[in-house]
């Protein structure tokens, strides 16, 4: 998870969400990297110490954009010691039991498969016919935030019913965005021959189309699961004018073809802070 400040109340549901899955959390190390913006990120993961390994990064010297998304999930990919990478957003709530879910599809179909499953988001983020909007907002309403739910803590579940009940939350067409990363697991032995994302694309929202055009002409398949189910939670976003225009061409499903990049090391940059 790549994580920044301005998104702490949606963090702390997320990682309410996966701290509180049933069984097999042993397996798992959570990896989490802050852009730098502020420590809320690190006294979150703190409460939440116990069930599983927690590795946090802290970027304390930038030489690109923190809106650079690839090179952050790259970073990431490169420290996991697992051999599945469970690649989320800081503001996505868990409400099926995605890890447990995640190990069996890899032990059933294998490491050439793409896992993922259904995603809601709001009404201003996903219309009622399952079509991405243009995201952007400077400012969340009173109605937005009762959007988050309640909030839980490591002694207390999160309500994740609250979610299935909310109407403004809609069903992301599977078929019309099949690349979105939101929620989505693939093995890192696969994720490394596709030379992970491409940082060369510094248009936020295209890194996961670009990916997945290269892991299907290594022969891998995508496995859509409707029980694994994720909500995408509410946040401020600021886009420039390019970036908006990126996501009129990403509606229309243009498909990007660059040359395979796998960027560059950004751990000169990256310190690891010790999760008490």
């Given at each position: 998870?790549?994580?920044?400040?301005?998104?702490?109340?949606?963090?702390?549901?997320?990682?309410?969400?996966?701290?509180?899955?049933?069984?097999?959390?042993?397996?798992?190390?959570?990896?989490?990297?802050?852009?730098?913006?502020?420590?809320?990120?690190?006294?979150?993961?703190?409460?939440?110490?116990?069930?599983?390994?927690?590795?946090?990064?802290?970027?304390?010297?930038?030489?690109?954009?923190?809106?650079?998304?690839?090179?952050?999930?790259?970073?990431?990919?490169?420290?996991?010691?697992?051999?599945?990478?469970?690649?989320?957003?800081?503001?996505?709530?868990?409400?099926?039991?995605?890890?447990?879910?995640?190990?069996?599809?890899?032990?059933?179909?294998?490491?050439?498969?793409?896992?993922?499953?259904?995603?809601?988001?709001?009404?201003?983020?996903?219309?009622?016919?399952?079509?991405?909007?243009?995201?952007?907002?400077?400012?969340?309403?009173?109605?937005?935030?009762?959007?988050?739910?309640?909030?839980?803590?490591?002694?207390?579940?999160?309500?994740?019913?609250?979610f299935k009940k909310c109407k403004r939350f809609h069903l992301l067409n599977a078929d019309k965005f099949p690349e979105t990363m939101f929620c989505t697991a693939i093995s890192a032995k696969y994720f490394a021959k596709a030379r992970g994302f491409n940082e060369k694309m510094l248009y936020w929202g295209f890194d996961?189309?670009?990916?997945?055009?290269?892991?299907?002409?290594?022969?891998?398949?995508?496995?859509?699961?409707?029980?694994?189910?994720?909500?995408?939670?509410?946040?401020?976003?600021?886009?420039?004018?390019?970036?908006?225009?990126?996501?009129?061409?990403?509606?229309?499903?243009?498909?990007?073809?660059?040359?395979?990049?796998?960027?560059?090391?950004?751990?000169?940059?990256?310190?690891?802070?010790?999760?008490?």
């Amino acid at each position: 998870i790549s994580c920044s400040a301005n998104r702490l109340e949606q963090f702390n549901r997320s990682i309410n969400s996966i701290y509180h899955q049933s069984n097999r959390l042993k397996e798992v190390e959570l990896l989490v990297l802050n852009d730098g913006e502020g420590k809320g990120i690190y006294d979150i993961l703190s409460s939440y110490t116990g069930r599983f390994l927690i590795r946090f990064f802290e970027i304390y010297k930038r030489k690109h954009s923190v809106s650079q998304v690839a090179t952050r999930r790259n970073f990431l990919a490169r420290k996991a010691r697992g051999k599945i990478l469970l690649i989320t957003d800081p503001e996505v709530v868990h409400y099926s039991e995605t890890i447990s879910q995640v190990i069996q599809n890899i032990k059933i179909n294998g490491e050439y498969t793409w896992y993922c499953g259904k995603i809601f988001g709001m009404s201003n983020f996903v219309n009622s016919k399952g079509i991405m909007m243009n995201y952007y907002k400077d400012n969340i309403d009173p109605s937005d935030l009762m959007c988050l739910g309640t909030r839980g803590n490591r002694h207390k579940k999160i309500d994740l019913d609250y979610f299935k009940k909310c109407k403004r939350f809609h069903l992301l067409n599977a078929d019309k965005f099949p690349e979105t990363m939101f929620c989505t697991a693939i093995s890192a032995k696969y994720f490394a021959k596709a030379r992970g994302f491409n940082e060369k694309m510094l248009y936020w929202g295209f890194d996961d189309i670009d990916l997945f055009n290269r892991m299907k002409k290594l022969g891998t398949e995508r496995i859509y699961d409707s029980q694994f189910i994720v909500y995408h939670l509410p946040h401020t976003t600021n886009l420039d004018s390019i970036s908006k225009l990126g996501w009129n061409i990403y509606n229309a499903n243009l498909k990007f073809r660059n040359t395979d990049h796998w960027g560059y090391s950004i751990s000169n940059q990256v310190k690891e802070i010790k999760i008490d």
